[in-house]
């Protein structure tokens, strides 16, 4: 059975109903046929004749909307319900029927926030996802949320399903207004395994999403980093589930990303916690995110960290990565500025001893340090210049 959107009759009433409508139509067009019958070989349409097949043509219609208001669909809308404070929207269905069905659900926004508008493009598209805001020929705002794979619903259960937003809270002004709309495939036959490969669920765009059991998306990622960043901050159901059957990380960097070594290492981690697991799948990662940085952009050795002090006895941040040092810098005191360049240029030297860049170096020591809240801005501007740069 497909995939189809709307309402199934699964009813016996309904169906004797549109036999009895049939019946009568077969009647109605057999009297139409014979009355003011007209001799063989006249091909002149009676005027009686005209107004029976038009009463006929008008009761198909009739019956065939009967038809599609009447059907009931087995799987509907419970509740929907907006969690202001996580963000999301929690979708409450139900199957009333008596066989299990697997849905997918879409949910888009049908009354967008007025800034929301105001700050479309030209094309109509509304920020953050734009692309996949579009069904069919029907111009809906925004897509919200949906499902990456189909959810088992058994029958006469009633199921509460939370989704991340797409859109952040500062686009959204979701109310008692009825500006959300739903919709939801269903099947009997799940076209799907139980448990895909992240590879073979990724959208268009081919991201890996990290998932509960349950279905819950908890991360996504589209490049190797943000699958790094991922597998370290998704909790230990997550990582099991995604090892559960075969290493969905393995099968989506080899699929995916293409690099066939280290899709390898990945299916020969050995582990025996989801914690482990994590442990063993970031440091590989972390290892090839590493070597494929320009070598100005790599981690430095542990012995070589920069230690960022606001005095001798008072330690901010310890880092590792010319990035990160612009990024500590951003939220630290301007006392830290003055702190390193009291005597020389702490930063300068750092850059081109354990970084290994002499350019930016020289760029960091021929600033002005005299004002170090100006110094502050300075040192990160240059910084992250050289990252983008190196890119």
């Known amino acids: 059975m497909g995939w189809f959107r709307g309402e199934k009759m699964t009813e016996k009433s309904s169906v004797c109903t549109a036999v009895k409508i049939a019946s009568i139509l077969v009647l109605i067009a057999n009297h139409a046929v014979t009355v003011n019958a007209t001799p063989l070989g006249d091909s002149a349409l009676s005027t009686s004749r005209f107004y029976w097949l038009l009463l006929l043509a008008v009761l198909l219609v009739l019956s065939a909307i009967y038809y599609f208001m009447t059907t009931k669909s087995p799987v509907q809308v419970v509740g929907l319900a907006y969690d202001k404070t996580n963000h999301k929207l929690e979708l409450t269905v139900k199957n ?37 805001a579009s069904v069919g020929n029907r111009r809906l705002f925004q897509l919200l949320c949906e499902d990456d794979s189909p959810i088992a619903l058994e029958p006469n259960e009633t199921r509460t399903i939370a989704y991340d937003l797409i859109l952040p809270p500062q686009y959204l002004k979701l109310d008692e207004s009825k500006n959300v709309e739903v919709h939801i495939s269903y099947s009997e036959e799940n076209p799907q395994p139980e448990v895909v490969s992240a590879a073979q669920e990724a959208d268009a765009s081919d991201g890996f999403c990290i998932k509960m059991e349950s279905g819950e998306v908890v991360a996504e990622a589209f490049l190797l980093d943000d699958l790094l960043e991922a597998v ?55 290892a090839k995110v590493e070597s494929l940085k320009h070598p100005f952009l790599r981690k ?88 983008d740069s190196l890119k």
């Open 96 to 132: 009333s029927g008596d066989e299990p069905y697997y849905i997918k659900s879409a949910l888009r926004l049908l009354q967008p926030a007025e800034e929301v508008v105001k700050s479309a493009t030209q094309d109509g598209s509304i920020p953050m996802a734009a692309a996949k």
């Open 232 to 286: 370290r901050k998704s909790p230990d159901e997550a990582i099991g589930f995604h090892l559960k059957e075969g290493n969905d990380f393995a099968n989506w960097v080899r699929n995916v990303i293409g690099d066939a070594q280290l899709a390898q290492d990945l299916e020969a981690v050995a582990y025996s916690t989801p914690q482990e697991a994590r442990d063993r799948i970031a440091g590989l990662l972390d």
């Open 300 to 387: 430095v050795d542990l012995d070589k960290r920069f230690i960022l002090k606001a005095d001798h006895d008072k330690i901010l941040s310890e880092v590792l990565m010319l990035e990160e040092l612009a990024e500590t810098i951003v939220v630290s005191p301007a006392e830290a500025i003055a702190f390193h360049t009291r005597e020389g240029n702490d930063f300068a030297a750092w850059v081109k001893g354990a970084v290994g860049d002499a350019e930016l170096a020289q760029n960091l020591s021929a600033i002005d340090y005299s004002k170090p809240a100006e110094a502050k801005n300075r040192v990160v501007s240059t910084i992250l210049e050289r990252v």
